[in-house]
């Protein structure tokens, strides 16, 4: 860690300002591979952002949306074997960060990993909530926007991508075929993709503990299994200048299969209930989205746009637990079966219109509400078939959610540019189930946010750098969601501990607030190279943290309220491009603070102190190379004065390489994580009896070659 915090910060600095000082030299550019659309319109926007168009998406090869984001600036993704990705953006996630799909607060069955990077046109990346999106986005909001319809001109296009991925042996193929065409006003185009995964997972987890002694060792092994069909078609009608209709939608439907066995052994104090266990997990979760738009342009530049928008998922799933003994002769069996079930539509609209003196005022409105249900039937029989335990769960919830903003972006003169805006945003949990009582909970706020831009004037003829500072103030909050407030028990099958707790959720959760500055410089070196510095201060009020506590001999953990925090941070991100090389470089280093928790090591649950990236490609007229290195330094946290958690630094590198035969023929060959270093993570209870329990991750690399063929 101390290299990267000196020396190899120091490095990365260096080798971006070479790049930008050799940039001033004359050479002809023979390709662009940094998008200089994308970067001018995230050095002239008012509000903060950051694009990563469609080139950049693909570039890489990734199989999923988690790993481009891994790459941008102040994003760090924490992907655990065998775990659904977490995306962080200034360390925070958890509900921190905001999606959005297509500019409106995604789905809560939405997952980074539910979308493939061939059904997305870009994404935006703003550090500072707007009034016109969700102002639930203490940390910053990632917009994704799917595909747009058809080709700019008449005419029809087809591209197929066939490959496969080679995990550990194992194959994992995939095809994905697009049609775009156009028919007058009418512009279509359809994505679908057929894919195989395979995921296998094997780890370590050691148990220490004091008074009693305890040492034991538990060998398990985690095979996921993976089917996935998607469609992803969009429509665009332009009948006349003024009127133009969209409509998009998004289907997928997934069959999981995965097994887990456990092998204990113990060297010193008791084993736990079950020392050997075999657990199986299948599930078919289907997710649908839908949306029709209008968009009318009136006179003087005015324009009125409303979005109908509905998503829909279900998952039935079923689970067996079987715990034996040392001598694999079974002693119990769990049986669940569950499966929820989420309606959503979202109706949203509005008006904007340049006025006096450079302002565009804009205005608009979102109602949404979301209908969860879920069942859960668990039955518990011994070795003989006799029932231990039978219980049958089932609750309903819904959101019912209603905002309006207004914001004001000014044009103040050349140098000065402004930001003005304000959201009022109201949600309404209630829910109500047969195993406890009901939930009725109202979360909200009101949130002003202040963005400017400061560009000093440069002399005439002036074609070096250019320098621009950025300033803003926003106020955004995090409400709880369905299951946090829910107060349903989800139980452990063995070994539970301060460590390992069963959990449960807590109606009686408040929304978390938080109010934010932010402070920016950028430099810009012609149309493809960027230095930038920025800075920002976070204080947050009711936290929501874990409450580890132990009833009845069971351990439970539940999130509850407990006093403020702080958090803050720095952030640096350059690129360059000189002919055919560009680089790109990014490092962020984090501080938190929480009031509730003594000692050292209190810090927002999952928050990393350093992060960065650093990366090259090279391109030919025949041949693209490149790749990047990712470091997350080690995560270190403490959610109460008896639990501590700590992660062990990650190391990743992946490269990429691209053959193009002929003007519509492309062989893709990516690597994924050829480091493959071992993941370590820690959990410890410091209470009257000490346990510490640490599982060693074996990481794997992920190849894959992919054949592109347009026809």
Not at 40 to 57: G, H, L, M, P
Not at 206 to 224: C, F, K, M, Y
Not at 526 to 541: D, L, P, Q
Not at 569 to 581: D, H, N, P, Y
Request: one cysteine or more; proline letters at 5%.
């Amino acid at each position: 860690m101390h290299t990267f915090r000196s020396g190899g910060a120091g490095a990365l600095l260096l080798a971006v300002q070479a790049c930008v000082h050799a940039q001033t030299a004359p050479d002809p550019i023979q390709q662009v591979l940094v998008s200089a659309g994308a970067d001018a319109r995230q050095a002239q926007s008012t509000t903060t952002s950051i694009i990563v168009n469609r080139d950049e998406i693909l570039r890489h090869g990734d199989g999923t949306l988690s790993d481009v984001l891994k790459r941008q600036p102040g994003i760090t993704v924490d992907a655990s074997p065998g775990k659904a990705a977490a995306i962080r953006m200034r360390g925070m996630g958890g509900g921190y960060v905001g999606l959005l799909l297509n500019g409106l607060p995604a789905p809560a069955g939405f997952a980074l990993e539910s979308l493939s990077p061939d059904v997305i046109e870009r994404i935006e990346i703003r550090r500072t909530a707007t009034a016109e999106t969700s102002s639930q986005a203490m940390a910053g909001t990632i917009n994704v926007i799917l595909r747009r319809a058809g080709p700019a001109r008449g005419g029809a296009a087809t591209e197929i991508k066939a490959g496969s991925a080679v995990v550990d042996g194992y194959l994992a193929p995939q095809l994905v075929a697009e049609h775009s065409g156009r028919a007058g006003a009418l512009a279509y185009t359809l994505v679908a993709t057929l894919r195989h995964d395979e995921n296998p997972v094997t780890a370590v987890t050691t148990e220490a503990g004091s008074n009693p002694g305890l040492l034991r060792r538990i060998v398990w092994s985690d095979h996921q299994t993976e089917e996935v069909a998607e469609l992803a078609p969009r429509l665009s009608w332009q009948p006349d200048a003024r009127d133009t209709v969209t409509t998009q939608g998004y289907l997928r439907k997934r069959r999981l299969d995965n097994t887990k066995r456990e092998a204990e052994s113990t060297e010193a104090g008791s084993p736990t209930a079950f020392p050997h266990a075999v657990q199986r997990f299948a599930a078919d979760p289907l997710h649908v989205y839908a949306d029709v738009a209008w968009t009318r342009r009136l006179d003087g530049g005015a324009r009125v746009t409303a979005k109908l928008s509905g998503y829909y998922t279900t998952r039935d799933a079923d689970f067996v637990y079987r715990g034996m003994d040392l001598r694999d002769d079974l002693r119990e069996t769990h049986r669940v079966a569950s499966g929820p079930t989420e309606r959503e539509w979202t109706f949203n609209g509005s008006w904007r219109r340049p006025m006096w003196r450079g302002h565009l005022l804009a205005a608009g409105w979102e109602l949404g509400r979301k209908r969860r249900s879920e069942y859960r039937r668990e039955r518990q029989t011994d070795a003989d078939d006799a029932v231990l335990l039978s219980s049958d769960e089932d609750y309903r919830a819904s959101v019912a959610r209603g905002a309006f903003f207004v914001q004001d972006e000014w044009d103040i003169d050349e140098e000065w540019s402004a930001y003005v805006g304000l959201r009022r945003e109201d949600l309404r949990t209630t829910g109500e189930g047969n195993a406890h009582a009901p939930v009725d909970v109202h979360a909200g706020t009101s949130s002003p946010i202040l963005q400017t831009l400061f560009k000093p004037a440069g002399r005439d003829g002036d074609t070096g750098p250019r320098d621009q500072f950025r300033f803003a103030v926003s106020r955004t909050y995090k409400a709880p969601d369905i299951i946090r407030l829910m107060p349903r028990r989800y139980t452990v099958d063995n070994d539970n501990s301060a460590t390992n707790p069963d959990q449960q959720g807590n109606p009686n959760l408040k929304p978390e607030l938080a109010f934010a500055v932010d402070l920016a410089w950028e430099r810009t070196f012609g149309k493809n190279s960027m230095v930038s510095v920025g800075a920002f201060h976070k204080r947050i009020r009711d936290v929501t943290l874990y409450r580890t506590y132990q009833a009845g001999g069971v351990w439970t953990a539940m999130p509850d309220n407990l006093g403020g925090a702080t958090v803050r941070g720095i952030e640096f991100e350059g690129k360059a491009t000189r002919g055919s090389l560009a680089a790109h470089v990014n490092a962020a280093r984090n501080w938190s603070h929480l009031d509730s928790v003594p000692g050292p090591d209190s810090r927002i649950e999952g928050q990393p102190a350093y992060s960065g990236n650093v990366g090259l490609d090279y391109g030919t007229g025949r041949v693209d190379l490149g790749g990047t290195y990712g470091y997350r330094g080690r995560v270190t946290g403490r959610t109460s004065a008896v639990l501590s958690s700590a992660d062990g630094i990650k190391h990743q590198l992946d490269l990429y390489a691209v053959w193009k035969p002929s003007a519509g023929s492309r062989l893709r060959l990516s690597v994924t994580d050829l480091l493959h270093q071992d993941y370590i993570a820690r959990v410890a209870y410091d209470g009257a009896s000490a346990l510490t329990r640490t599982t060693a991750y074996r990481v794997r690399t992920t190849w894959r070659l992919v054949w592109e063929q347009a026809l």
